[in-house]
């Protein structure tokens, strides 16, 4: 699998998981669950740092770095990573701009 289409399947992905959390129709360990395999499954990838990335690459990996900092719980009890990872939703959905403090560094196996 290319890296482009890893990323664009777990950006449909954890855009749903977000949306489901945010909703209560799943338990937030899902998602954090869903992070896990995510990264497990990039380990899989021949990635290096001369491979390209684009920017729904970036917003997707700051996504998964603010997930694994705070936890997915805090999409219930964090406003501020709550508003941060709807932004990032609102721009994989085309609907949003680009996140101001998007770092989004892919880590390289």
């Known amino acids: 699998m290319i890296i482009e289409q890893f990323i664009n399947e777990?950006?449909?992905q954890i855009s749903a998981?977000?949306?489901?959390?945010i909703k209560k129709t799943i338990h937030y360990t899902e998602l954090d669950r869903f992070?896990?395999?995510t990264m497990e499954e990039w380990t899989l990838l021949q990635v290096n740092d001369?491979?390209?990335?684009?920017?729904?690459?970036r917003v997707f990996w700051?996504?998964?770095h603010?997930?694994?900092?705070n936890g997915a719980q805090a999409l219930?009890?964090?406003l501020f990573v709550k508003a941060e990872i709807n932004t990032c939703v609102d721009f994989f959905k085309g609907i949003g701009s680009y996140?101001?403090?998007c770092i989004g560094w892919r880590p390289i196996p």
């Open 10 to 12: 777990k950006v449909t």
């Open 50 to 57: 001369e491979t390209p990335n684009s920017a729904k690459e």
């Open 66 to 69: 603010l997930l694994c900092l």
């Open 17 to 21: 998981y977000i949306s489901a959390v």
């Open 35 to 37: 992070v896990d395999d």
């Open 99 to 101: 996140p101001i403090d």
């Open 76 to 78: 219930r009890s964090n």
């Open 62 to 64: 700051h996504n998964i």
